[in-house]
């Protein structure tokens, strides 16, 4: 048995070492893109990927057993690739309705899901058109194809909405594509979560749900922590029904999927689908704590070992252990002198680790994305309002500038 990871990086990364603990023969195929990622790959099996033919007569001659997107980069083209091989896949008629965010939410139309208002747009006209029709705010206008909530603004008028646009188009995104186009969506209230998958033949496993704490800062959402939901209540397990749904409708048969949605007064809405790991850091050990499994290695067992995998539908969803996962900022920019609060967040109720911790002496700039770029903290506990104490503590440090002590940036 051989398995294809397609673009290994970010927590792909971490995919990758689940299945390298499991003694697994794998072989990691990068874009041309991402050159600089295959050159740094110490792993025996490594291929560039520049030509699909080409490509398709390589792994042809290999004992393949399956293909998986390892990051939001590899998703089109493990998509592609499995497809044209034979081997597990999505449905490839709505392959770019899981990358596209506009197509993902016609997809869910046409399938009689309910979605948030939402529309592309390539002009300041079209955009000033649609605000008028709709007549009501704010709205979200971020890009149409990106990842860690790069360039999302919540627009609470015309002229902030116009302003937003102007910033993105014709820009690079996160991805490394041109913002041809800009979506606009209505703003959704409620509380947003996650909600993590693994698939098998169509059907949906979920492994784990978060309540995320979103706060609006500077016009823009920023994710400061989510926290597990090891039991759910009604309205969240029929959130999760609604998931499944849309997991049907953008027609995911195999392997992970990532899932944000919005719990509003009006019911559940899809924020996005992603088909691949959570992002974007799966340091294993405080998933197992909680969980007594990670995403990334429920994914190796749906492939190493189906049937194992298979006797998990038969259990019903619960955890030992609630999980809060913090995604450390900074309330401005600058360069970083000392992290005073890492001494603060080791001693509270719940803490498990720190991920990710930036390099003293490095520039912080962006503090909006959810990249993981200011570090990431674990709490683990039984007591859920144990670590609701502990996360307040932290975020107040974080807000006066209490954890990272900062220079100016020059």
């Not at 009689?112 to 529309?119: D, H, L, N, Q």
């Not at 559940?268 to 990334?296: C, I, K, T, W």
């Amino acid at each position: 048995m051989m398995f294809i990871l397609v673009d290994p990086v970010s927590t792909g990364t971490a995919l990758a070492s689940a299945f390298r603990e499991e003694g697994a023969e794998c072989l990691h195929l990068y874009d041309a893109s991402l050159r600089d990622a295959y050159d740094a790959d110490d792993s025996p099996r490594t291929l560039l990927h520049d030509d699909l033919a080409k490509t398709l007569e390589i792994l042809a001659e290999l004992p393949l057993t399956a293909v998986i997107a390892a990051s939001e980069f590899g998703v089109l083209l493990a998509d592609e690739l499995a497809a044209a091989l034979g081997l597990p896949h999505h449905q490839p008629e709505l392959a770019a309705a899981r990358r596209d965010k506009e197509l993902m939410v016609r997809a869910l139309e046409q399938a009689g899901v309910p979605t948030a208002r939402t529309a592309s747009v390539r002009t300041e006209g079209e955009l000033s058109r649609v605000l008028s029709g709709w007549d009501s705010y704010p709205v979200m206008v971020k890009p149409r194809n990106s990842a860690g909530s790069d360039g999302c603004t919540i627009s609470p008028d015309r002229h902030t909405a116009l302003r937003a646009f102007r910033d993105l188009v014709n820009r690079r995104n996160l991805m490394g594509e041109v913002n041809e186009d800009v979506l606009v969506q209505e703003f959704l209230s409620g509380t947003q979560y996650i909600v993590n998958t693994v698939s098998i033949e169509g059907r949906h496993l979920v492994t784990d749900v978060y309540a995320e704490r979103i706060d609006h800062i500077d016009g823009a959402p920023v994710l400061r922590h989510i926290i597990s939901r090891p039991l759910l209540e009604p309205a969240e397990a029929g959130m999760v029904d609604y998931v499944l749904e849309c997991l049907g409708a953008l027609g995911i048969r195999e392997g992970a999927a990532h899932t944000e949605v919005m719990l509003t007064p009006a019911g559940p809405r899809l924020v996005e689908v992603n088909s691949r790991v959570m992002g974007p850091s799966l340091a294993p050990d405080p998933y197992h704590a909680a969980f007594g499994y990670s995403h990334q290695h429920l994914v190796a067992e749906r492939f190493l070992r189906p049937d194992d995998f298979a006797r998990r539908f038969e259990l019903p969803y619960t955890a030992a252990r609630t999980m809060a996962k913090i995604f450390l900022r900074t309330p401005r920019p600058g360069v970083l002198r000392a992290i005073d609060g890492a001494r603060v967040l080791r001693r509270m109720p719940g803490f498990h680790s720190i991920d990710r911790l930036p390099v003293v002496g490095e520039a912080i700039r962006d503090r909006h994305l959810t990249t993981g770029a200011g570090g990431i903290a674990y709490l683990v506990h039984e007591d859920e309002e144990l670590l609701q104490s502990s996360l307040g503590v932290i975020h107040a440090l974080e807000d006066t500038g209490g954890f990272y002590r900062l220079d100016e940036q020059d």
